[in-house]
């Protein structure tokens, strides 16, 4: 089973950047896609952001086209989201996902970290 520990969350203020990173347990890390959500309160978890088991295709929320960048090394078994020109609204937990194939799309979690916050002031 794989251990998926998230972090580099933390306040930053509107317009900042922040790079969130999750190291996954296992030597099957770079056979599956990975993702990024988010889960702000009294909303439902949204999927922000996959990466392909290659690191080939990715794809994002409308919502964060052009302002975050999802990345993965797999000699580090690690996945990165870059976050640029944060919002109040990017407030949320963040959660990194292990999907249950090499694509990024679809993406289907079925392994999940513990959650990052990652809090945006105005």
């Known amino acids: 089973q794989v251990q998926l520990v998230e972090s580099g969350g933390g306040l930053v203020q509107a317009g900042g950047s922040l790079r969130l990173s999750c190291e996954a347990s296992?030597?099957?890390?770079?056979?599956?896609?990975m993702g990024w959500f988010r889960q702000a309160p009294g909303k439902e978890r949204e999927l922000v952001a996959a990466?392909?088991?290659?690191?080939?295709?990715?794809r994002y929320a409308d919502s964060v086209k052009g302002q975050f960048t999802i990345s993965r090394d797999n000699a580090k078994n690690t996945v990165y989201l870059q976050m640029n020109s944060l919002k109040p609204e990017d407030t949320a937990v963040y959660y990194c996902?292990?999907?249950?194939?090499?694509?990024?799309?679809?993406?289907?979690?079925?392994?999940w970290g513990q959650g990052t916050q990652v809090t945006v002031s105005s």
């Open positions: 296992g030597r099957t890390f770079s056979s599956y896609a």
């Open positions: 996902a292990r999907g249950r194939g090499p694509l990024a799309y679809p993406f289907a979690p079925d392994s």
């Open positions: 990466i392909s088991w290659t690191g080939g295709s990715t």
